[in-house]
């Protein structure tokens, strides 16, 4: 079964506009994080914000906030304020704790295709 | 600040040729891992190492090999490589507290005929 999924292949988004990129997970590990990557046309991966299963509060990094929804399991990326420079491929992916070491474990979801029109 | 180096970034091989991607990180982080980027399948992890000397497999890691002797590198070796392991290889590392996020090499593309 996925343990990450990202069902929106492709997203548009005007400029200016907030987007909602949507992202759901499964794991019976109460202790687990949630991480936001961006991968622009260039390649890189780019680590854009985290969320630990007991965090109280919805993590936020300047115009990206997370959208943690515990009970629907579901971990949605938020940006504000689109700018045609967040065009780019936006993963999903989840470390879990359980089962001894989990750094450098992560799972990823399928990606999605963030396009901002001018 | 070099970060997460890998070479080389790209590389053409033929069936059954054998080739190493190397990997180094200078920011002294214990865990690396490997990842392998395929279209619809987000990125797969193929082995992962918690220190010098100990390595792991991941949900991948038929065809490919690998050794952790320094801190500092994790090569990932293809002893045979077929077609199905074209692909992008992304080399990472990470503390081991915290989030555990992970730096990223800038990725290798490796295309096998």
């Known amino acids: 079964a996925q343990k990450i999924t990202q069902t929106q292949p492709g997203m548009f988004v005007q400029e200016k506009e907030a987007v909602t990129l949507d992202c759901t997970y499964d794991?019976?590990?109460?202790?687990?994080?949630l991480f936001w990557y961006k991968q622009p046309s260039s390649g890189e991966m780019i680590f854009l914000i985290y969320?630990?299963?007991?965090?109280?509060q919805n993590a936020t990094e300047g115009r990206y906030s997370l959208n943690f929804q515990k009970a629907r399991k579901s971990a949605n990326l938020v940006i504000s304020a689109s700018q045609l420079g967040d065009s780019a491929m936006y993963f999903c992916?989840?470390?879990?704790?359980?089962?001894?070491?989990?750094?450098?474990?992560?799972?990823f979801g399928q990606g999605t295709i963030l396009t901002v029109h001018p | 600040n070099a970060g997460v180096t890998q070479t080389p970034k790209f590389q053409v091989l033929k069936t059954g040729q054998s080739m190493t991607l190397q990997c180094a990180q200078d920011?002294?982080?214990?865990?690396m891992s490997w990842y392998r980027q395929d279209p619809g399948m987000g990125l797969r992890l193929i082995h992962y190492?918690?220190?010098?000397?100990?390595?792991d497999q991941g949900e991948v890691p038929n065809g490919y090999n690998v050794s952790r002797s320094t801190t500092e590198d994790f090569p990932l070796r293809l002893l045979s490589a077929a077609p199905s392991q074209t692909s992008v290889y992304f080399c990472?590392?990470?503390?081991?507290?915290?989030?555990?996020?992970?730096?990223f090499g800038e990725g290798s593309r490796l295309t096998v005929l």
């Open positions: 990472a590392s990470s503390y081991g507290k915290g989030s555990g996020e992970l730096f």
């Open positions: 794991t019976s590990d109460p202790s687990y994080g």
């Open positions: 969320q630990g299963s007991y965090d109280q």
């Open positions: 992916a989840m470390r879990e704790v359980a089962g001894g070491t989990s750094y450098g474990k992560l799972t």
């Open positions: 920011m002294n982080h214990e865990y």
């Open positions: 190492s918690v220190g010098a000397g100990i390595t």
